[in-house]
């Protein structure tokens, strides 16, 4: 059932006080129990004394904050009552409004999250890796003599996980999403360019050597490691491992390779020995080097288009920060011990990966309630999700109503069986933080509930302001 939280009568009661305490000063003075003043005092009276507030002491209207929270709480319980009683012990809801508890159903039933994993993922990444955390991409080898390179030369993995040729960041027939951010590998090829480079007398290898070489995590389908959606991992990935010719590789170092031998050929580059994948030698010169946006942008590019290898390449930088090993098991863990240290509620919770496609994964709607409200609509996770009716965002054709289009903010999960949906929506000085987790049949019917929960959303905004209930002038 619907649960919330009431304050304005801790307020009144601390203001009822008052009186009391003013009685006992009086009854001091007239004791004689004050103490006299040692040194004579002056007071002016201004020539105009305030207008008193016509409001009595006691009024609710002394407490205009809590008293206008508790409407809107009010409306909001109202509003999502009949969302709550519909869900069977397969579906999950909560609701909290100012970083207050205010709506719960089944909120400590761990269920499949789909890909609202990415929120944990993003939020830990935040705090571990930083904000402004870059990753970048270089070729070593050596140097280049009259534009010749003898020997082989490198392509290092950074981790960047949009990586990206020009043309693949254009939507294109079969590609859902293309991605919003890129870090254009064309203008690593240019680097050889600028560095006088005409000839590779050797290879071109890919070195994914800063992650361990686990593809696919393990609970991830056939159906799915055979999908557009569950691209392999490495470090070293560019293009989603896709290929110009549309096929996509099993190897993701290897397709890098191949792909940077291509734009290599484009401008004029001759490489004699193909391309291949090893570690590069220690201290081999630095040719060229292109960086990624900081990781506030590339939270963007995880939660609005839903982009799981950012979030599994994440997951693994996160292993590596905290462990030194660039493995899932190691991000995984350091997650959840993360999250634990928050004080969130783990019961019950498990993380199989980092995007949420595995149907391993466990959440509570209890669990990732909290997690949004330790963050906030405004820091980058907030800041990164999808927007209602958001063109190439998994919200572009949902909350597209006044009122919630451009305001509702929220990450999307779709598995067979399983929506989910949760995120951020900010009225005024009022926030309120959602988790929908539909499981079973709820899962294929979930439309009706959503729109039910955009206009439980939008009663929010017919609260009265605190302003309106700030106590009355004479």
Known sequence: MPRRARRPVAVLCGLALLPALALGGVVLIARGESQPSTSPTTSTVPDEQPAALATPLLSVRRAPAPLAADRTSDLLVAATTPIAESLDATSCLALNVNDQPTVARNADVALIPASNVKVITAAVALEVLGAGTTFTTTVVGPAPVNGVIEGDVFVVGGGDPVLSERWYAQPAEGRKRP?????????????????????????????DSRYDDERFPAGWSDDIRKSADGAPVGALVINDSFLSSGARGDNPTDSAARTFVGLLAERGIEVTGGFGSATAPAGAAVLGSITSAPLSTLLHEMLATSDNLTAEMLVKEIGLATTQQGTRAAGLQAMAERVAAWGVPMAGVTFTDGSGLSRDNQLTCDTLAAVLQRGSAVDPVGAGLALGGQAGSTLADSFQQQGLEGVVQGKTGTLTGVKTLSGYFVSGADEVAFVLILNGDSAASFQPLWDQLGGALLSVTTGPAATVLAPMGS
């Open 179 to 207: 991605p919003l951010h890129v870090t254009d590998v064309n203008l690593l090829a240019d680097a050889l360019v600028a560095a006088g480079v005409t000839q590779v007398n050797g290879s071109v290898l890919g070195d």
